[in-house]
C-alpha cells in the first residue's frame, strides 16, 4: 500500500490550502484515513480522521476551520484548511489504517505517506 500526499506550500495566515492523499495498491473493506502533522522539535500530533462510514474526528486546535473528506470509489482522503494560523505550520501525514481500533494516536495505523510541508506565514 502506498500513499501519496501532495498540496502542501506556503502561504499567509488567514490563508487556505488543501491537502489530498491517493492510496494505491491493496485495500481494504474498512480502514480509517487521518491526517496528522508534526512540527520541528514535536511529537506527531493527530489532525482529523474520517472512519469508512464518513464520521470524522478533529483536534481541538483545527475543529471549526479544518475539514476532512474522502472519497471511498477512489481511495483519496482530502483535508480543506481555512483560516490557517503560524501555529498550523508543519509536515502533514497522511495515514491509513486497516479496521478501526481508535482514532487519535499514530501507533493504530499502519500505512503513512511521505508528507507534505505546510508553512504559514504571519
Known amino acids: 500500500v502506498q500513499l501519496q500526499a501532495s498540496g502542501g506550500g506556503l502561504v499567509q495566515a488567514g490563508g487556505s490550502l488543501r491537502l489530498s492523499c491517493a492510496v494505491s495498491g491493496r485495500t481494504f473493506n474498512t480502514y480509517v484515513m487521518a491526517w496528522f502533522r508534526q512540527a520541528p522539535g514535536k511529537e506527531r500530533e493527530f489532525v482529523a480522521g474520517?472512519?469508512?462510514?464518513?464520521?470524522?474526528d478533529y483536534a481541538g486546535s483545527v475543529k471549526g476551520r479544518f475539514t476532512i473528506s474522502r472519497d471511498n470509489a477512489k481511495n483519496t482522503v482530502s483535508l480543506q484548511m481555512n483560516s490557517l494560523e503560524p501555529e498550523d505550520t508543519a509536515v502533514y501525514h497522511c495515514?491509513?489504517?486497516?479496521?478501526?481500533?481508535?482514532?487519535?494516536?499514530?501507533?493504530?495505523?499502519?500505512?503513512w505517506g511521505q508528507g507534505t510541508k505546510v508553512t504559514v506565514s504571519s
Open positions: 474520517i472512519r469508512w462510514s464518513g464520521s470524522t
Open positions: 495515514a491509513v489504517q486497516r479496521g478501526d481500533t481508535g482514532i487519535y494516536f499514530p501507533s493504530q495505523y499502519h500505512y
